[in-house]
C-alpha cells in the first residue's frame, strides 16, 4: 500500500550520509558550475550541482545490494527507472522531494528530464516490463542514466536519448540488464565521452541471490578504452575534465 501510495505523488527524502568532507566538495562544484556524482551502489547515483541533489535509483538492501548501505541519503528530485527494488524502492526514501517515475519530458526546477522506455529484459517487457533511462543537462553536461535497460536501442531511442556527456550503463547481466556484449553494442550506438559502469556484482552480493556477473568482463571486452579509476565513491566533473576526443571508462570506488 505505501508503494501505491508513494507512486501517486511526487515525494520522498532521506537521512543524508555524507560527510563533511563531501558536503565541502559538492558545494565547491557547484560554485564553479560542475557536477558531484556520488555511487551509492547498484545502479543508485545521487548527482549534485546548482545546489539541487538528484537521488536516482534507491533499492532495498537484498540480493545484490544486500551489503551495500541504505541508500536513504537527503534529495531534492528522486527519478527511478522500475518499480522493482533494486531500483525502484521508493518506500525507503523518506520527506518530499519530486518524484519521477515515468517516461515523458518534464521541467523541474531549472532542468529539462526526459524519460524514454525501453525494455527490461529480451522479450519486449513481458517478463519485467519496461525501463526509464534517464537523460538530462546538469551543469552543462549530458547526463544519460540506463537503469536497467536490457533491450537493444532503436532508432527512436537513440534520437530521444542523443549523445551523451556521461553514460551509466548496465553490465552485469542477469535476466534484466545488459551484459557486457549488450552494454558494448549501445555504447557503440550512443557514442559516449565517459561511461560509468553499472549494475555488476561486487562483495556486497548476497552470495545465493545475485545472478549478475561482476565488472571483469566488461573491461575484458572493453581493452583499449582508457580506464580512470577514483579512490574514492564520489567524482567531480567539468566539462573541461571530459575526454577531448574518443571515450574513456570511469570506475568508482565503493568504501565498505
Not at 212 to 217: E, M, R
Request: charged share 20%; hydrophobic share 40%; glycine share 10%.
Amino acid at each position: 500500500m505505501k508503494r501505491r501510495q508513494l507512486m501517486g505523488y511526487v515525494g520522498a527524502s532521506c537521512l543524508t550520509t555524507a560527510t563533511t568532507a563531501l558536503l565541502g566538495q559538492r558545494v565547491a562544484a557547484q560554485a564553479a558550475g560542475a557536477v558531484t556524482i556520488q555511487w551509492l551502489g547498484h545502479t543508485c547515483f545521487l548527482i549534485s550541482s546548482g545546489g539541487k541533489r538528484i537521488l536516482i535509483n534507491p533499492f532495498r538492501n537484498l540480493g545484490c545490494t544486500a551489503k551495500y548501505r541504505p541508500s536513504a541519503v537527503d534529495s531534492d528530485l528522486v527519478m527511478i527507472s522500475s518499480q522493482l527494488l533494486d531500483e525502484g524502492a521508493v518506500e525507503v526514501v523518506k520527506g518530499n522531494p519530486r518524484l519521477l517515475f515515468e517516461p515523458g519530458d518534464y521541467q523541474v526546477f531549472n532542468l529539462r528530464i526526459r524519460g524514454i522506455s525501453i525494455a527490461h529484459d529480451r522479450v519486449g517487457g513481458r517478463r519485467f516490463g519496461n525501463n526509464v533511462a534517464w537523460q538530462w543537462n546538469q551543469a552543462g553536461i549530458n547526463l544519460l542514466h540506463m537503469g536497467g535497460a536490457a533491450a537493444p536501442l532503436s532508432i527512436e531511442q537513440k534520437i530521444l536519448a542523443g549523445r551523451p556527456d556521461v553514460l551509466f550503463i548496465p553490465v552485469g547481466g542477469g535476466p534484466k540488464a545488459y551484459n557486457a556484449d549488450e552494454a558494448k553494442q549501445a555504447i557503440s550506438v550512443l557514442s559516449p565521452r565517459l561511461v560509468i559502469p553499472t549494475h555488476y556484482r561486487t562483495q556486497a552480493a548476497d552470495a545465493n541471490a545475485c545472478d549478475i556477473n561482476g565488472l571483469n568482463p566488461f573491461l575484458e571486452l572493453m581493452q583499449g578504452t582508457p580506464v580512470r579509476r577514483a579512490n574514492s565513491d564520489t567524482i567531480t566533473l567539468r566539462p573541461a575534465d571530459l575526454p577531448r576526443e574518443g571515450m574513456a571508462i570511469q570506475i568508482l570506488t565503493y568504501r565498505f
